[in-house]
């Protein structure tokens, strides 16, 4: 039986009409899955949510380029990190669900494949319950994951997931929610800690550092949303994650990441201002 949240989700994704919204939701605000899901294409937003973005294109018109290049970029490197073996994936802050999710490309290459989603939006939660419902080897949850011991020590987390074997952890386009006050290092460091050997970290972060006018955004972004977003630089970035080793090419624009042919012509990777790269958890 689907709960009310899961049944809002279900009637947007079929077009039916919409009864109540998931508990939490406040749409008073935009939140940084909804605005997201609307850059993506996708239909679960709302006029908070677009009007936000419809402003963050007059700042810097390559929007959603940002949004389009990290998803491309999380498809490649989830693939890579399955050609290396892995099986079991902990998706952190995965959003509200969209074309070619973990799952999907998980699963596509291994039926067997494991995916727990992690996210601290009810909408983006709901969502995900109603599209996965009743899949054996996904989980979706509502958690926090500046407390990983809440995300990792879940019952569903610990049902689907057995960190004695590598595993990938997936923190793509979210650390950058992660406010100084909140120790983004330390976040980082936990997750390391139950990381063994063979496993990888997918990680992408957002950054002006080739385009000043995103600092203008993110001050749009601020002021309607319930998230706060926090840029950093690379080198801020790469300090952050001192306990990992970068596969090649290392922390770089999302469409240079191991892009699979040729970019388009005109496909410039900057303007997706963010970093992102896979690493492997240094041991110690
Ligand atoms: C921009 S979306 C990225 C979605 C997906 N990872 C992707 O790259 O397509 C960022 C997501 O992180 C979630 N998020 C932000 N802070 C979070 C936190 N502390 N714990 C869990 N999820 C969080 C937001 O709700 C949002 O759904």
Redesign the pocket.
């Known amino acids: 039986m689907r709960d009310s949240s899961e049944r809002w989700a279900a009637a947007h994704l079929t077009e039916e009409p919409v009864p109540e919204l998931p508990r939490g939701a406040d749409i008073s605000r935009s939140?940084?899955?909804r605005v997201?899901d609307y850059g993506l294409g996708g239909s679960h937003n709302f006029e908070v949510d677009r009007r936000v973005l419809d402003e963050i294109k007059k700042i810097f018109p390559a929007t959603p380029q940002p949004?389009r290049d990290?998803?491309a970029f999380?498809g490649r490197a989830v693939r890579h990190c399955q050609r290396r073996g892995i099986r079991q994936f902990l998706?952190?802050?995965?959003?509200?669900p969209?074309v070619g999710n973990v799952h999907e490309i998980a699963q596509r290459g291994d039926p067997l494949a494991r995916v727990v989603y992690?996210?601290?939006?009810p909408v983006?939660v709901a969502c995900g319950r109603a599209l996965l419902r009743g899949r054996e080897r996904t989980r979706v949850l509502q958690?926090?994951?500046?407390r990983p011991r809440s995300v990792l020590d879940h019952p569903e987390t610990r049902e689907l997931l057995d960190f004695a074997e590598p595993v990938a952890v997936?923190m793509?386009?979210?650390t950058h929610?992660?406010a100084d006050e909140d120790d983004p290092a330390g976040v980082l460091a936990a997750y390391h800690r139950v990381m063994s050997p063979g496993s990888f970290l997918v990680f992408?972060h957002m950054t002006a550092d080739d385009h000043p006018e995103v600092h203008r955004t993110v001050e749009a972004f601020n002021a309607g949303s319930s998230?706060r977003l926090v840029l950093r630089s690379r080198e801020e970035i790469a300090a952050l994650l001192a306990g990992f080793e970068f596969v090649e090419p290392g922390l770089v624009h999302p469409a240079a990441w191991r892009p699979d042919g040729p970019l388009a012509a005109g496909h410039d990777p900057s303007l997706a201002a963010c970093y992102a790269g896979v690493a492997a958890p240094i041991p110690g």
Not at 143 to 146: H, P
């Open positions: 939140s940084a899955s997201y949004a990290n998803r999380l998706d952190l802050g995965s959003g509200i969209t992690v996210d601290i939006d983006a958690a926090d994951m500046r997936l793509v386009a979210m929610y992660l992408s998230d």
